[in-house]
């Protein structure tokens, strides 16, 4: 799971995708010169370079996470006023796109260019009056969490100026901080709160930031905090390459512990008191159904995740027979390894028996690192024989930093910087290893690594021919929906060849089709938190902690979950309608190109390519 500033708005041609149309068919360009195709392409994809290069040097943060260190000392605006008007160039633009240029005469890349941004406009129209929907402070994606992991993760320092722009934004994090205190003060005077128990995720990790040196302790480095750890280290690593001198290393370590005491102590501690004040009046209630036209919203927010018109009801039955077809899959691997017994009971044998699990000690925890960059590694090697694009960018593996593990999910991925200064990462959470069995691992490993969304991810940076806002947006039902079908591929190489380990690849997938029952029951149908776990558990063979984990991520983040098994889906339906049609003449490797060849686009949009292409080969 990714969030970048950048993918907001590109989704709302989902909203045609069940019926398989496309909001706007490209028209036949056989009146014009392959001369006058080609300067009118080149023409507006200029204008949408230039438009997003103006749209990301308005936004500070946005430019870092793409590598560029303009502004690098600053926190993007997260005022309701930044919000209008950077809706207000959106409308301008779409505007001025419309009037000059001529989408008759265009290609077929830059018409599909021109109908994402006309959608993108639109989905930002749509998502405009619930833009204070989003719970602001939330365990998932929450800011008091946001602001560490991004200097952290994502403020590289390379050179004296670095360590300056660093403590530039601790300087600033009353004023970003406080941007975002107030608006979440300005949602819940409106009744827009998080459940009660969201707040206990909060505070911890508000905490958190705010505990160790220069707060308390001794100034030694080795009580420090979160964050005067991460510029102690960048800092002593100048010193220790002779970038700069030691005495100046001191000079901007002292300084940066003077901005911490200073600055972001009293923003969290000011945070801290508002967000403790909110918890007391929040409520036990779960489901956005109890917001102010949270009915429209969870609307909204499913066409938005799924890329489809497909209703609430819709996806809950979806769910339902996903979970029964998959069942019957592991009571055939239940009878393979000699279980004996119901099916619920050997959910409950898998979540207990100690063969699956990794100590709880540092030493477990290497061990599970270890066995994940294993499997990703001979994964590389026969890459080859389901791709014939591969991405420049590397991929590492990485724990979930201590500051953040407690609240944070399971597995996600973090893209590489476009320049390479930083690779793609692949975290995994092992703050309890009880939550992370491994017979999941390979799965795991596979979809939020390779051939997951690295492949999807990176291969999309790079593309050549599309504009940036195509390169770095995204839609979650396609990546999602990718990452899923990522973990069954490999069962086609071979892979998951001890039956537990396709039972784990079973169970992610039978997760993945329970998050369609529970997101819609706790959202749609006014499930509580509790029948939300107790569902997963009787479903899935993830341990409690796990089911309580997730069903917290869903309630905080409506509709994002259902997106894994709807894009899954349509891509398992698209690959073997290209497998009936070619027969022989199928190549997995050419299919996975022309699946990732246009970036991340809705489903709708997809299947077009597809059966595009399905046209191209039979003619």
């Not at 930002?124 to 929450?142: D, I, K, L, V």
């Not at 909060?202 to 009580?223: A, E, K, N």
């Not at 102010?292 to 909204?300: K, L, R, V």
Request: proline content about 5%.
């Amino acid at each position: 799971m990714t969030i970048m500033r950048s993918a907001f708005a590109l989704a709302l041609l989902g909203t045609v995708a069940a019926c398989g149309t496309s909001p706007r068919a490209e028209t036949p360009v056989a009146a014009y010169s392959q001369e006058a195709i080609a300067a009118e392409s080149v023409r507006l994809n200029h204008w949408f370079e230039t438009k997003f290069d103006e749209a990301v040097a308005r936004d500070p943060m946005r430019q870092t996470y793409l590598g560029i260190k303009d502004r690098y000392g600053e926190w993007t605006d997260a005022s309701e006023a930044f919000e209008l008007a950077e809706l207000e160039i959106q409308r301008a633009e779409v505007a001025e796109m419309k009037a000059n240029f001529d989408f008759d005469k265009l290609d077929h890349q830059t018409q599909l260019s021109w109908r994402l941004a006309e959608y993108q406009l639109e989905l930002a129209e749509a998502s405009f009056p619930y833009r204070g929907h989003n719970y602001t402070f939330n365990q998932m994606f929450g800011v008091q969490s946001g602001i560490p992991a991004f200097l952290i993760n994502q403020h590289k320092v390379t050179s004296a100026s670095d360590a300056e722009a660093y403590i530039s934004r601790l300087h600033g994090v009353p004023a970003y901080l406080g941007q975002n205190v107030a608006n979440a003060k300005e949602a819940a005077d409106k009744g827009i709160q998080p459940p009660a128990f969201v707040y206990d995720y909060v505070l911890t990790d508000s905490q958190g930031v705010i505990t160790g040196y220069p707060f308390t302790g001794t100034g030694d480095g080795t009580d420090d905090s979160p964050l005067m750890a991460d510029i102690r280290g960048k800092v002593t690593a100048l010193a220790d390459n002779s970038t700069i001198t030691e005495e100046a290393a001191a000079d901007l370590t002292a300084r940066a512990a003077r901005a911490l005491k200073t600055a972001v102590g009293p923003a969290y501690e000011a945070a801290i008191a508002e967000l403790t004040r909110q918890q007391s009046v929040a409520t036990s209630e779960d489901g956005v159904w109890k917001l102010p036209d949270g009915g429209a919203y969870y609307n909204t927010r499913l066409a938005q995740m799924t890329t489809t018109s497909l209703t609430a009801d819709e996806i809950h039955q979806i769910g339902l027979d996903e979970i029964a077809r998959i069942h019957g899959e592991m009571q055939s691997i239940m009878t393979q390894v000699g279980f004996t017994g119901t099916l619920q009971e050997f959910f409950e044998f898998m979540r207990t028996d100690p063969q699956f699990y990794k100590p709880e000690t540092e030493e477990g925890k290497a061990e599970y690192l270890a066995e994940a960059v294993a499997a990703i590694e001979t994964m590389k090697a026969d890459l080859p024989k389901l791709f014939n694009t591969f991405p420049k960018a590397d991929m590492e593996v990485k724990a979930v930093e201590a500051f953040r593990e407690k609240s944070a999910g399971k597995a996600f991925y973090s893209r590489p910087a476009p320049d390479g200064s930083r690779p793609g990462i692949y975290y995994a959470n092992l703050y309890s290893m009880a939550d992370m069995p491994t017979y999941q691992l390979e799965a795991l490993a596979f979809h939020e690594g390779i051939p997951g969304h690295h492949m999807q991810i990176a291969i999309a940076q790079e593309l050549e021919g599309i504009p940036s806002f195509r390169k770095y947006g995204g839609y979650t039902a396609y990546s999602e929906g990718w990452g899923l079908y990522s973990e069954l591929v490999p069962k086609e190489l071979g892979y998951y060849s001890d039956p537990y380990s396709d039972f784990g690849r079973l169970a992610m997938e039978i997760w993945r089709a329970a998050r369609l029952v529970v997101d819609t029951g706790i959202h749609s149908k006014k499930w509580t938190r509790e029948q939300a776990v107790q569902y997963l558990m009787d479903n899935t063979p993830n341990p409690q902690g796990d089911c309580e984990k997730a069903i917290d991520r869903y309630i905080v983040m409506p509709g994002q979950a259902t997106a894994y098994k709807i894009g899954m889906l349509k891509i398992v339906e698209l690959r073997e309608r290209a497998r009936t049609q070619l027969g022989d003449q199928f190549d997995i490797r050419e299919f996975h190109d022309i699946v990732l060849r246009d970036g991340a686009v809705p489903l709708a949009v997809l299947e077009e390519t597809v059966d595009a292409w399905l046209e191209s080969k039979k003619a």
